[in-house]
């Protein structure tokens, strides 16, 4: 095909103006040669010398010639062939969806494969979570056992290094759970989508979406949210069943009013248990259900504290009580219920009960009901003398043994001086008590950390060591002490008089039981935060003592000797997880050594036990290599020469990345979309034939046609040709004027 | 010695006129001065005016507090400045007077503000019971140096403070010049707490136990509200906002009630 084109040399407005004065010359010489010659010879010679003056002015204009030669080539096709799992749900004639794709392309005379492979440059791959090439002959042996559709992801790598004018053709049921689920950003060459599967004759009941939270806290109601979607389904009504372990919570019937069904469920719950707890949702599986596996949803609940519950009972109003409650009741992550003895039974009231704020205390509905609700009990400056009897104290003793927090505090009712070395605390305390330790006032002595106080997370103000220690240092003086026998467990802070180093113990810490105990020997350590002020100093060391104490001794989690270190992400099944334990003495230094526990405990109960190996001092590392999807635990617990040290345990969800067995409807409205945005076309599988295929060829054409064109160009002035046409018509002129006489 | 140790004294003594005493009582008495206190009565002496305008005011309403409540009492006051440096030993201070004083210094201002925000408690009482003059004019003037953005609200009856022990129904005082107490709120806790009608006038007794002064109009009964507020207002610096914790609320409501 050839084709006239200008280059141009001269400004069309220079142009313009020699036409012009072309023009103006012809009418000239028109006028002249019409006086001279007469009309009839003016018209023919003025002809010429107007055909000379407009090919000269066409050849300003740098004609040229464009000769264009175009030859058809065969188009670059990726035939992407969807493997995954989804592709071998049934579709209405029984056939799974990838038999039907194979069926569709290999059948027949002229196979439609054949016909792809004679008008493109074909190349085959199957794909599910990668792309894996495959020859055309290999078709019918393709199965659909993919754990994922990584479609978008794959795409996007087909069409990377497909070549010019490339095409796609995927071949899919449009189920994408890669990163880029629901298409993303459009591949950059036509993609033709063809839509296995029928999405009319799905029948699927399935649960979607469960949102449930990681912690909850006891006596406190939390929620799940949760989708439920039937297809084919419409007019029925199925109960939903919400469960704890294997007991049923709540039932709600749902009510399906449409085939492609959805609704929003919220179902709720109120712990009353702390620890992990396992939950499950589930529906019917229904008649016909393409996948049964997601009728069914389980997850795990950290449930919690709400807040720590401390109670204090004081022997009497003293200023150790009101800076303690100022501590507690500013910390908004504890829950204060205190008593304080107003009045002993020695003390005469002036006026009647009635015009009393006085209440009883209620030591049976204490004692005996609601001790274990508590997290922490405070014994401040307390006697159990002038109130109850002494067995009343085997409650607390049996409250600390089953994990609760004790702590006794200093005064003129404590320790030996209340009584406590002939009750069942004697054993419960962290200190030795013989009832001869007394109660000593106009002492001076400071807290100074022990070594075990240095790292230990109750004396730890600040974080640096040394600052730490500066802290303490700076921390008025006592003007009280209780005296023991000696200390049972660790030793933190040291009473030591001015100028000493070390002394008789101020704050010791144990264990009983499961629980932990504390005493500290003074009733005056609410200098450490009004003296502290007075000397200019901050009040928070006192706020935090009074705080890391109430943690630790409740066991949070914060402070546990034993920490598996957070477990985050979802694991999948027969890939190896790695979990790393610490283990902390109860100085809080690494417990190099540790007889450690490791258990992981699955859906239904299976405890799988694991080994830990220690590789580095207190850091142990334990592999797991779970073999299905599910909700697991794992526990740790370490003890140190026969010693329990503590315990920790962390919930994990197995499952695989895609979720390939969840959703089974086609989805053709994604693969339509990806057709679009790419300008390609979407064909159902049922309409792939030879017509439709030329359809999308001729589309492809349209777009972006595959061919080779080639061009050449010819300058049409400064050419032998181009002048001799100009002599010609001049010398033609030239005639004439001779024949007639003009020359 | 408190009216308590006194009597206990006097019954040790008998029984020792009669050879029945154990030897161990004698061991007790050494203990008894060795005994825990848990509250000291500061007061606060400052410059100008007169601070102490009843100097046996304090016993009495200590022996009071030891024999109604729980409390172990120093019986002898604290006097402080606020420049003194065991002002922080003394949580609960008392200011009293009848004539203007001189302002604070920028640094006493300072001390008590910290005092007052930190967990410290100031009672103050207007011996001469004049508002706008004397004492409570130099108070307000102090107050308001220290709280700049603070004023005083009248205390409500239902106050922790006005049920820290006692459930006060009404005010007392030498003199009635308000009926209400006032105080400076910071936070949930009500640090200052003022009353302009003598408290320590009511509870001021001579050497021989003779109250010094009457109590006009309401005579003993009104005597006997201000040692009830005195002891309530100790307890509540001690114990802070206790009485309003959810577990005294039904009971007090009741009591209330009848």
Redesign the interface.
Same mark, same amino acid.
Not at chain 2, 67 to 72: C, D, G, K
Not at chain 2, 237 to 243: P, Q, V
């Given at each position: 095909m050839d084709r006239l084109y200008f280059v141009g040399g001269l400004s069309w407005w220079v142009i313009g103006l020699i036409a012009l004065g072309a023009l103006a010359m012809i009418a000239y010489q028109f006028i002249g040669l019409r006086r001279r010659l007469g009309v009839r010879r003016a018209i023919p010679l003025t002809a010429l010398r107007a055909i000379v003056y407009a090919l000269l002015v066409f050849f300003l204009l740098s004609p040229g010639l464009v000769q264009t030669r175009v030859t058809k080539l065969r188009r670059p096709l990726n035939l992407l062939i969807d493997t995954s799992k989804s592709m071998s749900l049934p579709g209405p004639s029984g056939k799974s969806r990838l038999d039907t794709v194979k069926e569709k392309l290999t059948a027949g005379d002229d196979p439609l494969i054949r016909r792809l492979e004679r008008d493109y440059d074909l190349r085959v791959y199957q794909f599910n979570t990668a792309l894996a090439p495959v020859a055309p002959s290999a078709i019918a042996q393709l199965e659909a056992t993919g754990k994922g559709t990584r479609l978008a992801e794959l795409l996007t790598e087909a069409g990377r290094d497909a070549g010019a004018n490339a095409a796609i053709m995927v071949v899919s049921d449009g189920i994408a759970n890669g990163e880029g689920r629901t298409g993303g950003a459009a591949p950059q060459i036509p993609v033709i989508a063809v839509g296995a599967g029928d999405s009319k004759g799905y029948v699927d009941l399935r649960l979607a979406d469960v949102t449930a939270p990681e912690f909850g806290f006891r006596g406190r109601e939390f929620k799940v949210d949760l989708i439920v979607q039937a297809y084919g389904l419409a007019g029925k009504t199925v109960p939903l069943y919400f469960n704890r372990g294997k007991s049923l919570i709540a039932t709600k019937d749902v009510k399906i009013d449409g085939d492609a069904f959805e609704q929003r469920v919220t179902l709720s719950y109120m712990p009353k248990e702390i620890g992990a707890q396992s939950f499950s949702v589930n529906v019917p599986v229904q008649p016909g259900e393409a996948i049964a596996d997601n009728n069914h949803k389980e997850f795990k609940v950290e449930v919690r504290r709400d807040k720590l519950r401390v109670l204090t009972l004081s022997?009497?109003?003293?200023?150790n009580?009101?800076?303690l409650?100022?501590a507690l009741?500013q910390d908004p992550f504890i829950d204060? /219920?205190? $008593? /304080? $003895?107003?009045?002993?039974p020695t003390? /005469? #009231?002036?006026?009647p009960d009635?015009?009393?704020?006085?209440?009883p205390f209620p030591i049976d509905e204490i004692f005996l009901e609601e001790i274990k609700n508590f997290d922490v009990v405070f014994l401040d400056d307390f006697s159990y003398r002038s109130y109850f009897n002494v067995m009343y104290l085997d409650r607390v003793r049996d409250f600390v043994r089953d994990g609760g927090g004790l702590a006794m505090l200093g005064?003129?009712r404590s320790f030996d001086s209340g009584g406590y070395a002939d009750s069942a605390l004697r054993d419960v305390l962290p200190v030795e008590l013989d009832g001869k330790g007394r109660?000593q006032?106009d002492t001076r002595a400071r807290g100074v950390l022990t070594a075990s106080g240095k790292a230990h997370p109750i004396t730890r103000l600040v974080p640096d060591a040394q600052a730490n220690e500066d802290a303490w240092k700076k921390l008025p003086p006592l003007k009280?002490l209780n005296q023991i026998l000696r200390a049972r467990g660790e030793t933190l802070l040291q009473a030591a008089p001015e100028g000493a180093s070390g002394g008789q113990p101020l704050l010791t810490v144990g264990r009983y039981g499961k629980g932990r105990t504390l005493a500290l020997m003074s009733?005056d350590i609410?200098?450490w935060?009004?003296?502290a #002020?007075?000397?200019?100093e901050s009040?928070q060391s006192h706020l935090k003592l009074i705080r890391h104490a109430v943690r630790w001794l409740a066991q949070e989690p914060m402070f546990e000797q034993v920490q598996i270190q957070p477990v985050s992400g979802v694991r999948a099944p027969a890939e190896k997880s790695e979990f790393i334990i610490q283990v902390l003495n109860d100085d809080y230094t690494p417990a190099a050594h540790a007889n450690l526990k490791v258990e992981v405990i699955g859906n239904e109960g299976e405890q799988i036990r694991l080994e830990a190996v220690e590789q580095a001092a207190g850091e142990y590392r334990a592999e797991f290599t779970p073999a299905k999807e599910g909700a697991y635990r794992i526990e740790a617990q370490a003890d140190l020469g026969g010693k329990a040290i503590g315990r920790d345990n962390k919930n994990f969800t197995v499952a695989f990345p895609y979720a390939e067995a969840e959703d089974g409807r086609p989805r053709p409205e994604l693969l339509k979309d990806i057709a679009e945005k790419s300008k390609g076309d979407f064909i159902p599988l049922a309409e792939l034939n030879a017509a439709s295929l030329a359809r999308a060829a001729e589309k492809l054409d349209r777009l972006a046609p595959a061919e080779i064109v080639e061009r050449r160009e010819i300058p049409l002035w400064g050419t032998l040709t181009t002048f001799s046409i100009i002599l010609v018509f001049l010398s033609l002129e030239w005639w004439f004027r001779r024949k007639w006489g003009l020359i | 010695m408190d009216r308590r140790a006194f009597l206990r004294l006097v019954s040790y003594g008998c029984l020792a006129a009669a050879g029945l005493a154990p030897r161990s009582i004698f061991a007790a008495q050494g203990q008894e001065r060795? !005994?825990?206190?848990?509250?000291t009565f500061a007061q606060l002496k400052y410059r100008g005016g007169d601070w102490n305008p009843h100097a046996l005011a304090v016993g009495p309403l200590l022996e009071e507090l030891m024999?109604? *409540?729980?409390?172990?009492a120093a019986t002898t006051r604290r006097e402080v400045a606020l420049n003194d440096?065991e002002? %922080?030993?003394y949580?609960f201070l008392y200011i009293s007077g009848k004539y203007d004083f001189e302002p604070f210094t920028g640094e006493e201002v300072d001390t008590l503000r !910290? %005092?007052l925000s +930190?967990?410290?408690f100031l009672l103050a009482d207007d011996a001469l019971g004049q508002p706008g003059y004397g004492f409570d004019q130099s108070f307000r003037r102090e107050i308001k140096r220290i709280f700049p953005d603070k004023d005083f609200t009248r205390i409500p009856a239902g106050h922790p403070a006005m !049920?820290? %022990?006692?459930?006060l129904r009404k005010i007392g005082g030498a003199r009635m010049v308000h009926p209400y107490v006032e105080g400076i709120n910071v936070g949930?806790s009500t640090p200052v707490m003022y009353c302009q009608n003598d408290l320590g006038g009511a509870w001021e007794k001579d050497q021989l136990g003779n109250w010094v002064n009457q109590c006009t109009p309401g005579g003993e009964e009104q005597r006997?509200d201000a040692f009830?507020l005195g002891i309530n207002l100790?307890?509540y610096?001690? *114990?802070?906002? +206790?009485?309003d914790?959810l577990?005294?609320v039904p %009971?007090?409501r009741r !009591?209330l009630a009848?």
């Open positions: 022997g009497s109003p003293a200023w009580y009101r800076f409650r100022m009741k204060l /219920v205190s $008593f /304080v $003895f107003l009045r002993t003390d /005469v #009231v002036d006026v009635n015009q009393l704020s006085l209440i005064g003129a109660y006032m009280s009733d609410w200098r935060s009004f003296g #002020v007075g000397a200019k009040p | 060795q !005994r825990p206190i848990q509250f024999q109604r *409540t729980s409390v172990e440096p002002l %922080f030993s949580p !910290r %005092f +930190y967990g410290g !049920r820290s %022990f006692y459930l949930p006997r009830h100790i307890l610096a001690m *114990t802070e906002n +206790y009485k914790d577990i005294h %009971f007090i !009591r009848r």
